[in-house]
């Protein structure tokens, strides 16, 4: 078999550079590498309330994003996690797997229910429905950051448990873990991921910000005293979070950018590192407004959604008839 790749973006949240360099760039790669299945998951995205036409506008955005990103719908198959039914079926059937205990240790679950009153039962058991997402299409490999490592490693010890119990049924995911560009970090303080929560709107850059304001978001990033551009996180982190930014969309290593700027001050770096993001997301911006509301958007979603389940539903099939439940 054909080695395969599922990822997604979550529709919660207007899409940063972060997404770009943690998902969007990568998924361009991949799709020439694996067989790919790149998902919208919205059903996740209502584990805490959304506002219903918010979710919409989001879901086909991330979806446009994909395409705009230069994803290939004849190469990857892109679809939204609610229109394929076997990922909820599957969470359930997969949560008579999993133990009450490794899903009270999911330190996102900690995180994310940290002082407030009411959580919803879904957010508990939320990293389930990722392991369904990932074992119904048998993925070889899944792309993690490092808050979803532990989703991985329980995937892993269902998928095990599951064909200790009922016979080999699913493939056991490797991670694929992005060393660069897989955390970008905000432009005001690089100790915090680039994030829209963050009141400051200099912090970070929208995937659809205007070229005058990428250019001012940059301009007014943080630096240190020294003016020398090198890599050293721990010594220099907000340049270092520059140059992974400048890796990213240049699809140059950081030793190579790193040479490129040496003996430049930091003006001269920022100023060119903002012209290259601009350069990159112009045309970017361009194909998403084209899609984003078009039927060719509907028509590639459907369609996925409709290739997603044949290979979805073989494996559901397996699932019951090895767990005893009546299938015809």
């Excluded at 993001?277 to 407004?289: A, G, M, N």
């Amino acid at each position: 078999m054909k080695q395969r790749i599922l990822s997604g973006i979550k529709p919660s949240g207007d899409l940063n550079i972060g997404g770009y360099g943690g998902a969007l760039s990568q998924f361009v790669k991949y799709q020439h590498e694996f067989e790919c299945f790149f998902f919208i998951p919205d059903l996740h995205a209502i584990t805490v309330y959304q506002d219903p036409e918010e979710l919409r506008r989001r879901s086909r955005e991330i979806a446009a994003f994909y395409i705009a990103a230069g994803v290939d719908p004849a190469k990857a198959c892109i679809f939204l996690q609610s229109q394929v039914a076997a990922h909820p079926e599957l969470s359930w059937l997969l949560e008579t797997q999993a133990s009450f205990g490794e899903l009270s240790r999911m330190t996102q679950f900690k995180d994310k229910s940290e002082g407030k009153d009411v959580v919803s039962s879904a957010l508990f058991t939320y990293p389930v429905l990722m392991a369904a997402d990932i074992l119904l299409y048998q993925a070889t490999h899944v792309p993690v950051g490092e808050d979803q490592k532990q989703h991985l490693e329980l995937t892993r010890n269902v998928a095990e448990r599951f064909n200790h119990r009922f016979g080999q049924t699913f493939t056991l995911p490797e991670p694929i873990i992005q060393e660069i560009g897989s955390r970008i970090m905000g432009l005001d303080n690089p100790a915090k991921k680039m994030s829209k929560s963050n009141p400051n709107l200099s912090s970070y850059v929208l995937l659809l910000d205007s070229p005058e304001t990428i250019q001012k978001k940059f301009a007014r990033a943080v630096t240190d005293s020294e003016g020398s551009v090198y890599y050293n996180w721990e010594t220099k982190p907000a340049i270092s979070n520059l140059i992974e930014i400048y890796s990213v969309f240049s699809d140059e290593t950081i030793e190579h950018v790193v040479k490129k700027f040496d003996g430049q001050g930091y003006g001269t770096f920022k100023k060119e590192l903002a012209e290259l993001v601009v350069e990159k997301l112009v045309p970017l911006q361009s194909r998403f407004k084209e899609i984003v509301n078009s039927s060719e958007l509907d028509e590639i979603v459907k369609h996925g959604a409709e290739q997603a389940a044949i290979q979805a539903n073989v494996t559901l099939t397996k699932v019951k008839q090895a767990m005893g439940i009546v299938t015809f």
